[in-house]
C-alpha cells in the first residue's frame, strides 16, 4: 500500500519544472496544519481527561496514591506509615516481611513520586488537601500519557490512511479510542494498567517509525524505554511488549539494536530496584511474591473458564467499548500488499496475544467500568477504523462514516458515565452502567477537584480543534488549487 504512494511521490519529486517544489510545498504545508491539529487534539483531550477527574476515583483508588506518598514522604516501598485517613490501604496488599505491599508492578508509584514530589515541594501535600493533590498526581500521569498516546494513534492512523493528508479517518480513529472505549473511564486513575497501555502505543508508534526507515537511535532507545517501563508499570501487557520487542529485532536494524536494547533496561530498571529492595530479589515480582492471595492473575488452562471469558468479553466490549468490533471489522478493508508486511501482521497480533492471557486467568477485572483487562488492546483494535478509508467507493466510505460515528457517539456517552461518575464498580462489575445511571438518577453526583479550571480550556480547545479543520480543509483546497 505505501511502497505505490511512495513510489509515485518520489516520481513528482524528481519530475523536472515547477510542479515538483508545489508538491513539495503542498507537503510542507499539510504537514505544518496536521502539527498545528495534533497540538489542539492533544490539548483537548488532556484538559478534558483532567476536568472529569472525579472524587469517587480518587478516594476507591486510593492504593495508586499511597505507595506516591510512600516514596516521597518517608523513603520506602511498604505502604504503611502515613497519617492521612485517605491513605490508608483498601485492598490489594500482601505482607511480606512484616510489611504492606501492593500486588501491583511499581510503575505508577514511581510515576506519580515524580509529579507528588513537585507538587510537595510546591507546598501542596496529600494531608493539607487530598483531593486536589491526588487530582494533579493523576492529571500530570495519567491524563497526560493518555494524551500523549491519542497522538500517535493518530499518526499511525494517517500513515495506514487511503491519503495520508485527507484526516477524517485518522480523526474518527482517535477521538474512537480515547473517548468511546474504556480508555476514556480510566483517563482519570493513576492506573498501572492505564499507563502500561500509553506507554505500549507510543512505543509502538516508536517502531513503526523505524520500520518505515524514519527511526533514529534516539528513537529506538526512547521506544526501548517505553517497552520497559510498560513492563516496569503493568504485566497485563507483558506479551503484547514482548512481541513489540521481537518485532524490533526482526528488522535487523543492527545500529539501532544498541540504543533500543539500553533503552529497555532502563525502563526496567526500576522495576529491578523495586523488587530487589523490597522482596530481596530483583527477578521477584509482587504479585509473585503475593502470590499466594493473588494467583488468578497466573494462566490456567480450564474449557470452562475459558468459555466464560468469552461470553464475558464478548458482551462487556458490545456494552462499553463497540468500536473495537468495528475496528477488528476495518481490519479486512486494507490492502493485501499491505495485509502482507509484518508491521499489519503485528498490529494484528497484539489483541490476539492480549485475548489469549485474558481468556486463561481467573479473574476478569472484578469492580471496573468496561473490560479493563482489554485496555492495552483498545489502541491497535481501534487502528483498524482507518482501514474503511479503503472502501473502493465514495458511497461506502460515507455510509462507513455514518455508521461508526453513530456507534462511536453512543460509546461515548457510555464512557462518559464511567469517566464522570467512577470506574470502581463493586461488587458485580458486569452492572457498572446500570448501577452509575441509578445513581445520577438519585442525584449521585461526583465532585470534580479540576473542573473549574480546565472546563473552560477544553471548550476553547474543542473551538479550536473544529476550527483548525476547516482551516486546514481550505489550505488543503488552496494548495492544489496552487499546484494545478
Known sequence: MRKGSTAAREIILSSDGGRGGNFRRLLARGGLRAARLEVFLFLLLWLAYGAVINSDNLLQFNLQQIGVEAIVERGHFYLEGSASTHLQPLGDVFLHDGHKYAAKQPGQFMAGAVVYAVLRAAGLTYTDNYPLTSALVTFFTTSLVFAASAVAVFRIARALARDERALFWPTLTTLAYALATTVFPYSGI?????????????AFYLIFRVARGQGTGVTSAFAGLLLGLTLTTSMLPFFMAVACGLYF???????????????????????LVYD????????????????QMFGD????????NFGDKIVFYTASLATYAPAFALGLFGLTYFPRAFKREPAFLLLVALPIVLAAYVLNIGTAGDCQFGPRYMLPAMPFACLGIAGYSHLSKLSERMLAGIVVMLVCAWSFGVNLVGA???AMCCPDGRNALRDQLAAIGRGEWRSYPLARWLLI???????LFVLSNTWRRRGVADDEAGAD
Do not use: E
Open 190 to 202: 493513576a492506573h498501572h494498567d492505564a499507563l502500561a497501555t500509553g506507554y505500549l502505543v507510543i
Open 297 to 304: 492473575t497466573f494462566v490456567r488452562l480450564d474449557p470452562k
Open 457 to 463: 480550556p477544553v471548550v476553547t480547545c474543542a473551538l
Open 276 to 291: 530487589a529492595a523490597s522482596f530481596g530479589n530483583p527477578l521477584l515480582l509482587p504479585n509473585v511474591a503475593g502470590a
Open 420 to 422: 464522570a461518575q467512577g
Open 249 to 271: 529485532i526482526s528488522l535487523r536494524r543492527w545500529n539501532l539494536t544498541p540504543p533500543f536494547a539500553f533503552g529497555v533496561f532502563v525502563g526496567l530498571l526500576p522495576l
